[in-house]
C-alpha cells in the first residue's frame, strides 16, 4: 500500500511537469510511429524494475537508520547517473564526474565508518528511576545488577 501511496503521490507532479515542458508531443511521436517489440520489452523490465526498487527501498527503511537510508539512496541516485555517462554515453562535464566519484566514495566511507562503530562495546543502559526496583540498586536493561549477589544460595522469604 505504501508503495502504491509513493508512487501515485509523486507521478502527479511528473505528470505536470511532462505537460509543462511539452513532452506529451514527443511521446505521441515515439508511440504513434509504433514501437517495436524489443521497445515493450525494455519498457516492461523497466516498469518491473521501478516497482521493485521501490518495494526494496519501503522495506529498506524498516531495516536501517534513517542517516544509512539517505546515504544508500543518494549512492544509488549518483551510480545510475555515474552509469549513464559510463555505460550509456551521456552527457558527461569534469564537475558531474568529480561530484559523482565523491558522492559514491563518501557512501563508501559512510559504511566503512558505520561497520567500525557498529563494532565498538557498548556501555550497558541503566533503566530510569523510575523503572528501577525499590531494593537500592541499579538494575540494567540487559537485567544485570551492579551488585550482583551470589545467585548460588536460596532466597527465604521472611
Given at each position: 500500500?505504501m ?7 509523486g ?17 505521441a511521436?515515439?508511440f504513434?510511429?509504433?514501437v ?15 516497482l521493485?526498487?521501490?518495494y ?5 527503511q524498516?531495516?536501517?537508520a534513517a542517516?544509512?537510508f539517505m ?26 564526474l ?13 559504511g566503512?565508518?558505520r ?8 556501555p550497558?543502559?541503566v533503566?530510569d528511576e523510575?523503572?528501577?526496583p525499590?531494593?537500592?540498586h541499579?538494575?540494567?536493561v540487559?537485567?544485570?545488577d ?7 544460595e ?5
Open positions: 500500500m508503495m502504491l501511496l509513493n508512487n501515485g503521490v507521478m502527479l507532479p511528473c505528470l505536470l511537469l511532462a505537460l509543462l515542458w511539452g513532452e506529451h508531443r514527443a511521446w511521436e515515439t504513434g510511429s509504433g517495436t517489440l524489443k521497445g515493450k520489452v525494455y519498457l516492461l523490465v523497466s516498469c518491473v524494475n521501478g521493485f526498487i521501490s526494496l527501498g519501503i522495506r529498506l524498516h531495516l536501517v542517516t544509512t546515504v544508500i539512496t543518494n549512492v544509488n541516485k549518483f551510480a545510475v547517473i555515474l552509469f549513464g555517462i559510463i555505460g550509456l554515453g551521456e552527457s558527461r562535464g569534469t564537475m558531474s568529480v561530484g559523482c566519484t565523491l558522492a559514491i566514495v563518501g557512501g563508501i566511507y559512510y566503512e565508518a561497520k567500525r562503530a557498529d563494532a565498538l562495546p557498548k550497558p543502559q533503566l523510575a523503572e528501577q525499590l531494593t537500592g541499579v538494575r540494567h540487559d537485567g544485570s551492579d551488585d550482583e549477589e551470589d545467585d548460588d536460596p532466597e527465604f522469604a521472611d
